[in-house]
């Protein structure tokens, strides 16, 4: 079993986070999705994500083709 990040009403997980760049990837893939060691760690992210998801990129928000659904994100187990 796995635990990833995954959108709430969609087959939307979270791939890959790269804080330095502060980009954020996604896939429709669970088999891509970025795995976490429990859910603390996924639900830690989650929250981190979703501050700066709500910043614009430019004041040290977020970027990415689909950061506007990371506050629909669920810690999910496969």
């Not at 669970?30 to 429990?38: F, G, Q, W």
Request: aromatic share 12%; charged share 30%.
């Amino acid at each position: 079993m796995a635990v990833v990040l995954k959108h709430r009403d969609k087959e939307l997980y979270i791939m890959s986070v790269n804080w330095a760049d502060g980009e954020v990837s996604f896939t429709e893939d669970v088999a891509l999705a970025k795995p976490y060691k429990s859910d603390w760690f996924a639900d830690t992210e989650k929250s981190q994500l979703v501050c700066y998801a709500a910043k614009p990129y430019e004041k040290g928000g977020l970027k990415g083709d689909h950061v506007s659904e990371i506050p629909e994100m669920i810690v999910y187990f496969t």
